[in-house]
């Protein structure tokens, strides 16, 4: 069976928190027969007792964790109680909830049950259909969550997932979770981070799923909701973007030298009267060369190949890759001459910019330079 751990963040929730264990235990993880379900709650001292209510609950309930620490904000309370779900309670999946009730505790056996069902990501969502926003926020409130929603989608690329800030999903730990660096995550003092968060599990998810929630209103205290919040937000967005883009300026930049390489060792080795083919072998194998070391060390850093046995094999899988280009571009170059007339400079460069490109840098990230997973 599953083991399903919710990290439950608390500070001052001394008022929120026993019934939210109650409901948990006695209502909702009652309705989940074919998951092992664990609540952890993550306390930073709270001053108003918060973390007595789970002792004395813990009496009461076997699968009650409490993970108590100084306060340090929302995101490093997460990281914290994830590490302690994957590393101590051996989890196989983790969900984030709060212990205020805008998170619905009724969703829980919806996530479980698509996370069951195969996801390995699941999104409470408030911007699908069934989905909602408390009717009671003031205009501007709901006006700052629609459109920074709308905006992160856009700017991070993810047309088919509707509410990229929700603070209520779960993620499998095997391929997922257990790949993300925590500790080095964005925001952490505060709620931005889970933006990072969300971008890393989505790209490491081979299936993500949304299911709807209604967002609910805080029941006790007064919300902390502030412009600050909004900016970091953006921020994180705006960031994750850059470092996203960045392999694609890398990848154009040493393909680019590559070329410099190409042309410059043609001119040369012609000048010397090398053989015609010879010239042009001898300087395509060196901007092969030239883009593989380049690609390696800085392209795709994170993902170096290393090892002899490993590089040659590596570089003779490149230059496979590099023939293919050379191939297509051969092919489609005459089709094209052949049908459309004698435009040629013109046609290498429509192939070059959306087919061999798109070509090679697909090949590279997932072939060449493949994720270690
Ligand atoms: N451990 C820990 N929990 C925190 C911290 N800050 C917030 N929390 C908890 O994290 C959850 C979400 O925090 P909230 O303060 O409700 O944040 P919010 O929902 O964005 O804003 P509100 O509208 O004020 O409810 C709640 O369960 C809080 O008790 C923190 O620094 N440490
Ligand atoms: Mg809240």
Excluded: C
């Excluded at 994750?240 to 930049?253: D, V, Y």
């Amino acid at each position: 069976m599953k083991k399903i751990v919710i990290v439950m963040p608390s500070y001052n929730e001394a008022a929120n928190i026993g019934k939210m264990i109650d409901v948990l235990f006695e209502k909702e993880f009652q309705k989940i027969k074919d998951a092992d379900m664990h609540l952890l709650v993550v306390d930073d001292n709270s001053p108003d007792g918060t973390g007595e209510v789970v002792k004395r609950a813990q009496k009461k309930y076997k699968n009650l964790h409490l993970l108590t620490g100084e306060k340090q904000g929302l995101g490093m309370a997460y990281v914290r109680g994830m590490k302690y779900a994957m590393n101590t309670l051996h989890a196989d999946a983790t969900i984030e909830m709060d212990a205020d009730f805008q998170h619905n505790p009724i969703y829980v056996k919806d996530l479980v049950n698509a996370f069951l069902e195969g996801a390995d990501y699941v999104i409470g969502s408030r911007y699908v259909a069934g989905g909602s926003i408390p009717k009671t926020w003031a205009w501007h409130r709901r006006a700052v969550s629609f459109w920074g929603n709308l905006f992160a989608r856009t700017v991070l690329f993810l047309p088919k997932l509707h509410d990229v800030t929700t603070g209520f999903r779960l993620t499998k730990v095997k391929g997922v979770l257990d790949h993300i660096d925590l500790d080095h995550l964005m925001e952490l003092h505060r709620f931005a981070f889970k933006v990072d968060l969300f971008y890393q599990s989505v790209n490491l998810s081979k299936k993500t799923v949304e299911v709807p929630i209604a967002f609910g209103t805080r029941k006790e205290e007064k919300s902390k909701f502030s412009l600050m919040e909004m900016v970091a937000t953006n921020k994180v967005v705006l960031l994750l973007r850059l470092r996203a883009s960045q392999k694609l300026i890398k990848f154009g930049i040493v393909g680019f030298i590559g070329f410099v390489i190409n042309a410059g060792a043609l001119a040369f080795f012609s000048n010397l009267r090398f053989p015609e083919a010879a010239s042009w072998a001898l300087s395509t194998e060196l901007a092969i060369i030239s883009n593989f070391t380049l690609n390696n060390i800085w392209t795709f850093r994170a993902e170096k190949i290393e090892g002899l046995s490993q590089l040659i094999k590596k570089f003779l899988q490149f230059n496979l890759t590099s023939s293919g280009a050379l191939v297509i571009q051969t092919v489609l170059g005459a089709l094209m001459v052949r049908f459309f007339g004698d435009h040629r400079t013109i046609f290498l460069l429509i192939i070059v910019v959306f087919v061999v490109l798109p070509y090679n840098y697909f090949m590279y990230n997932y072939f060449i330079w493949k994720k270690k997973k």
